[in-house]
């Protein structure tokens, strides 16, 4: 692949995902980090030492100068709109991490400069990217299940260290947007947007507080365009991540965690059962980034597989159901 075909990324926030990207990096044809931007400049350089890039950028506006063709955002939620926003105002395409705002209002403003500007924008929405999942895409739409009109899916994991982000109200805590987003992606995926949402749950968070707290359990029930979902995801409980995509033909169920597929159980109405394994490669996040910097080099601007309207569902379903659980 020539020079001009290389795609360099500028890395904005270098924390724990950020380490997983460019573990996955390695496994992306002809991509690299080229520079990092951090709001502590001492964590940025200890991390470009562990991966080799080469300079910690002082400010954002230094880096969205540099010489990058995009930027990964792996900053915490509330920032990811506004950080969008300045990249594609500066010509980086983007590729930022779920979830895409906290928002509809914010999600919407993002996709107006994207609209705009024409420069690539897309959400770090893992599963549509994973081999497994690309031939389960594959199998449903050649009929393997008939016509989808139920799923099931969820997670719950309590082993959430004391002061993290996601148990803190200012910055946009919860499972919902945390967690509950990949679930609300696979109904959304399968059933379209949903036009009435049913949630029930708990809030809790920072000192165990009851009110004003983040949701730390939901379980939510949503009517969508084809068919029916239901989805759980929580702070405070053990819960299993499956997940259950069923049809009028036949079901299938993707092993935990659904959300880095890697084997599933395709059983068809007449008793015959397909294992279906497909161990990914690296860290897993490399499937999205390599169809991201496909779409880049193609001249693109949205996804056909994670595209603008997916992106703006999957956060529709989580906004009402934490409205329903925040007020
Ligand atoms: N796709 C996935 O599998 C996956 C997995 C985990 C997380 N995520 C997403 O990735 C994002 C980051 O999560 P993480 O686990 O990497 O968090 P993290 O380890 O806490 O890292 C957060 C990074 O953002 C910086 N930061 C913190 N507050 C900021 C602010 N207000 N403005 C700008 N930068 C700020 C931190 O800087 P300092 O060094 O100064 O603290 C740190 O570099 C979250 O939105 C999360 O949903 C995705």
Same mark, same amino acid.
């Given at each position: 692949m020539s020079d001009s075909q290389i795609i360099r990324f500028g890395i904005i926030g270098t924390g724990s995902i950020a380490g997983r990207f460019m573990a996955g990096l390695q496994h992306?044809? !002809? !991509?690299? !980090? =080229?520079?990092?931007? +951090?709001? =502590?400049?001492?964590k940025a350089m200890a991390f470009n030492g562990s991966h080799g890039i080469p300079h910690a950028f002082d400010s954002l506006d230094e880096l969205l100068a540099s010489d990058i063709d995009a930027v990964y955002i792996a900053t915490p939620h509330p920032s990811h709109a506004a950080l969008s926003i300045a990249a594609l105002q500066a010509g980086r395409a983007v590729l930022c991490e779920k979830p895409a705002a906290t928002s509809v209002a914010e999600l919407d403003a993002v996709l107006a400069v994207a609209r705009a500007t024409g420069v690539l924008y897309m959400e770090a929405m893992k599963p549509p990217f994973f081999p497994l999942y690309r031939e389960i895409r594959q199998r449903i739409e050649a009929g393997a299940i008939g016509e989808v009109r139920f799923v099931r899916a969820g997670f719950a994991n309590p +082993?959430?260290? !004391?002061?993290h982000a996601? #148990?803190?109200?200012a910055q946009a805590g919860g499972g919902l947007l945390d967690i509950g987003i990949y679930a609300a992606f #696979?109904?959304?995926d399968w059933l379209g947007a949903a036009q009435d949402v049913q949630t029930l749950g708990r809030l809790g968070g920072l000192d165990g507080v009851e009110e004003g707290g983040v949701d730390t359990f939901a379980s939510i029930q949503s009517r969508h365009e084809h068919g029916i979902s239901q989805l759980y995801c929580g702070l405070d409980t053990s819960g299993s991540g499956e997940a259950l995509i069923a049809g009028t033909g036949g079901h299938i169920v993707i092993f935990e965690k659904w959300w880095n597929p890697a084997s599933a159980t395709l059983v068809h109405t007449d008793g015959r059962r397909e294992e279906l394994a497909m161990a990914p490669l690296g860290s897993?996040? +490399?499937y999205e980034t390599a169809h991201f910097c496909e779409l880049l080099r193609a001249g693109q601007s949205e996804s056909p597989l994670h595209g603008f309207a997916q992106t703006r569902a999957a956060l529709q379903l989580i906004e009402n159901a934490r409205r329903q659980l925040c007020r």
């Open positions: 992306v044809p !002809a !991509a690299m !980090a =080229t520079g990092t931007y +951090n709001r =502590t400049r001492s +082993n959430v260290p !004391a002061g996601v #148990l803190d109200p #696979l109904a959304c897993g996040l +490399n």
